[in-house]
């Protein structure tokens, strides 16, 4: 079992930058890849990013490339938001896989960029 919980999330203009952390507890964290993954409002949730375990790998949606930077270490994850824009505003969650999927999620935090 794998816990998960969010911080960093606020109000920011656009421009400019925020990082969300993501604390896990659990055995298995450690030892498989997490991502990231946001929510707007009337929208489903999308993929923003994710990291390998040992975080040689990551990924990043086109809407982010260039502009998020996912890092990890043992037992926390990070999103580095850059050049934020109104469209990024959402619910960010992290996620960690467990095999093919990704088996546990954090409650999110929301992220909201003024234009």
């Known amino acids: 079992q794998v816990q998960l919980v969010e911080s960093g999330g606020g109000l920011v203009q656009a421009g400019g930058s925020l990082r969300l952390s993501c604390a896990a507890s659990?055995?298995?964290?450690?030892?498989?890849?997490m991502g990231w993954f946001r929510q707007a409002p009337g929208k489903e949730r999308e993929f923003v990013g994710s990291?390998?375990?040992?975080?040689?790998t990551t990924y990043y949606a086109d809407s982010v490339k260039g502009r998020f930077t996912i890092s990890r270490g043992k037992n926390t994850g990070y999103l580095q938001m850059d050049s934020l824009k109104p469209e990024d505003t959402a619910v960010y969650y992290c996620?960690?896989?467990?095999?093919?999927?990704?088996?546990?999620w954090g409650q999110g935090t929301q992220v909201t960029v003024s234009s």
């Open positions: 996620a960690s896989r467990l095999g093919a999927d990704y088996a546990y």
């Open positions: 990291i390998s375990w040992s975080g040689s």
């Open positions: 659990g055995r298995t964290f450690s030892s498989n890849a």
